[in-house]
């Protein structure tokens, strides 16, 4: 994730060229306008036929590719906040069990250091999981940590290192680790529909294709400006939501899942008294 301030407009502006939607769009912008120019210089110079396509024809494609984009991106936020606010929760369940388990388990237990080994391993290993490819085999490291952060805590328990109340306190905080993991595979494992995107693409395309059929009678070479302006305004949308709706991944806009891991293994640390 690419850290900026918000407040500084001079940086944003100055940062503008090193964008990755501008780099990967600068080549497809320069054709955009080169196709602008070459239909200008046909209907004008060679032709001389007007296309009857005006200005409203394309306000029409406009309107409802703008409504297109909007859903669009949208959702891809959607996807991309959902994310950050599960690892929010994560980073709270993590330090909400190092509480529990500092203030409730017994100085003389052993597993103190098995509570602070584990819990700051999990958001490491569910990042990693996270980031496999789709259908890859191998193992759930995820859930092989929380199913030793179980059989240890119940053992303690029976053990009598822990209160038997602490079972209705540290329990349920052990099984949100499931659900955050859940909730975090489904993002993953539920990409946008692929007609959807790819409709889209096909859209802002043909959008462009058209453009300059449609202004240049009004506009002449002016077309070549505005075809290319329009063209990096939408696809520049279409990628960027692209981007965003995988908010897993290690592209620079994806979550610092890494130094959310790093918070929660220092803070476990810190509150179980153990060293990192």
């Avoid at 109340?165 to 499931?178: F, G, K, R, S, Y």
Wanted: aromatic share 10%; glycine share 6%; hydrophobic share 45%.
């Amino acid at each position: 994730m690419i850290p900026y301030d918000p407040k500084n407009w001079l940086r944003i502006l100055v940062d503008f060229p090193k964008s990755p939607i501008f780099r990967t769009l600068a080549l497809d912008v320069v054709g955009a306008g080169i196709y602008s120019a070459l239909v200008v210089w046909i209907e004008t110079d060679v032709i001389r036929v007007a296309v009857p396509l005006g200005p409203s024809f394309l306000s029409i494609l406009g309107i409802i590719l703008g409504l297109l984009l909007v859903f669009r991106t949208n959702t891809a936020y959607d996807r991309w906040w959902e994310g950050r606010k599960l690892w929010g929760q994560l980073v709270n369940v993590s330090r909400g069990l190092a509480h529990q388990i500092d203030a409730m388990l017994a100085d003389a237990a052993s597993s103190r250091a098995t509570y602070a080994r584990e819990l700051a391993a999990f958001p490491l290993a569910l990042a990693g999981h996270l980031r496999r490819p789709r259908g890859e085999p191998g193992p759930h490291v995820p859930n092989a940590i929380v199913t030793t952060l179980q059989r240890t805590f119940h053992a303690d328990v029976r053990a009598g290192h822990f209160p038997r109340e602490a079972i209705l306190t540290v329990a349920p905080q052990l099984a949100q680790l499931d659900d955050i993991t859940g909730a975090c595979e489904r993002i993953r494992n539920t990409p946008i529909p692929f007609s959807y995107s790819s409709y889209i693409k096909q859209f802002v395309v043909l959008y462009a294709l058209v453009m300059p059929f449609g202004l240049v009678e009004e506009f002449g070479y002016g077309t070549v400006i505005a075809s290319m302006f329009t063209f990096f305004a939408t696809m520049g949308l279409e990628l960027l939501a692209t981007e965003i709706e995988e908010p897993f991944g290690t592209d620079r806009n994806d979550l610092p899942l890494d130094d959310l891991a790093v918070i929660i293994e220092r803070d476990v640390h810190q509150l179980l008294g153990t060293p990192a």
